[in-house]
């Protein structure tokens, strides 16, 4: 990563509003949206500079400070923006406060993106000198093309023999891309249906239709044909141990939305109801385990987990005393077995399926998961989660609670 020293800060400061900086007086108003559209177009770096660009809140439009409060809480909303999931993949940035010229300002130092193009709520936005814009169909070909000569990530690499009959464009047409771009911008879209495949990065280029594993995993008509281990084994036992007898088994495939939704009917069907006629004059009902709590661990293995070089599926166990839950592929990144869990330590072995989660609806802000999924399971008196992690795996276990383990009444 580029380190910018105050020095730096303080050059381009001087130097005003670019293709690398941009002023903003405060966060009031309209400004958590442009910084939002600003950092969205650093990460796309159209001009190709590869250093970071640099969001000054602070300072006003002819570079002077103003010098009001750099509070805890701005810095927080700042750096929310990485993570809220309006920017997607998530971009690389820091931020920080500092002093220049003995006036505090924040500053967010973006890093050009390995994996573009970055949309802001379904746009694509560049930087043209010192102005943001939208780009062109010309400027996404251009940063498809820089994406592809990158060190890619594994799930936007073109899969051999993957085709256009490979997908389902119907699916696509209708109902993935209204969802992924603003209306506007698809009332103004002149593209070819290639063209658009590929600035989602369902295929690998426009005139290249080569499926990519993020097109077979959210488009594929049969994607286990190519990824043998993009599914899921859901098995009920009827006991505490895995030789106990199974009542329900299935391996659930399909497209990643075919699979989710479907694993979910799976988790509503197994979560049992007790019901309480004793300490109330009502019928009072309780569900086993908080629902969201367990999709948000479910949905959490499939969008981590690694699908390269790999068989195995996402293992979803449900006993009478717990639920496991077993992903392939240990902790990517920045993420360890020490830290994995923390609320903001976050890396993504996939970000482009973590966009396309986050577009169908599954995936609500990045780098959360976790942590939500353990306030959930506290708040219905559970206790919470725990995690083994190895380099090969995450392995989950939601424990019931005792007096609910069982079958139901």
């Not at 006036?103 to 709520?121: C, F, G, M, Q």
């Not at 000198?129 to 799930?155: C, H, K, M, V, Y």
């Not at 995936?363 to 083994?388: C, D, K, M, N, Y």
Request: aromatic share 6%.
């Amino acid at each position: 990563m580029t380190t910018l020293r105050d020095s730096d800060l303080i050059k381009l400061l001087d130097e005003g509003e670019s293709d690398r900086v941009e002023f903003k007086e405060s966060f009031a108003g309209s400004a958590p949206k442009s910084i939002r559209e600003a950092i969205c177009a650093f990460a796309n770096d159209l001009p190709g500079h590869g250093e970071p660009g640099v969001v000054f809140v602070g300072v006003r439009d002819d570079g002077s400070l103003v010098g009001t409060p750099v509070t805890d809480e701005l810095l927080r909303n700042l750096a929310d923006m990485k993570t809220d999931g309006n920017i997607v993949p998530p971009p690389s940035i820091t931020v920080r406060r500092v002093s220049l010229r003995g006036v505090d300002a924040a500053v967010i130092v973006v890093l050009p993106s390995d994996s573009p193009p970055v949309r802001y709520r379904g746009g694509v936005h560049i930087r043209i000198g010192p102005r943001r814009g939208l780009a062109t169909a010309q400027d996404e070909r251009i940063l498809n093309e820089r994406r592809r000569s990158g060190d890619a990530p594994f799930d936007v690499q073109p899969v051999p023999g993957a085709t256009l009959a490979d997908l389902n464009l119907s699916y696509f047409e209708t109902e993935y891309l209204p969802q992924a771009f603003a209306r506007e911008v698809l009332e103004a879209n002149d593209r070819s249906r290639e063209e658009q495949l590929a600035a989602t990065k369902m295929i690998a280029a426009a005139d290249d239709p080569t499926a990519t594993v993020l097109g077979l995993l959210v488009l594929g008509k049969n994607p286990q044909d190519f990824l043998p281990g993009a599914y899921v084994q859901f098995l009920r036992v009827d006991g505490t141990e895995p030789y106990d007898d199974i009542v329900d088994s299935e391996d659930i495939r399909g497209s990643v939305a075919d699979v989710l939704r479907r694993l979910d009917e799976k988790l509503k069907a197994h979560n049992w109801t007790s019901v309480d006629f004793v300490s109330s004059s009502t019928e009072r009902q309780a569900a086993a385990y908080p629902l969201p709590a367990i999709q948000q661990i479910t949905r959490n293995a499939v969008m981590h987990r690694t699908y390269e070089a790999t068989n195995a599926p996402v293992h979803v166990r449900w006993f009478e005393d717990r639920i496991e839950v077993i992903s392939p592929g240990g902790p990517f990144g920045r993420v360890t077995a020490g830290n994995f869990g923390r609320a903001g330590v976050v890396d993504y072995r996939n970000p482009n399926l973590a966009e396309a989660l986050r577009t169908l609806g599954f995936v609500q802000r990045f780098g959360v998961g976790i942590p939500t999924a353990q306030h959930l399971l506290r708040q219905a008196g559970h206790p919470e989660a725990s995690f083994s992690v190895d380099q090969s795996s995450v392995f989950a276990t939601i424990p019931a609670i005792a007096d609910q383990a069982g079958e139901p009444p």
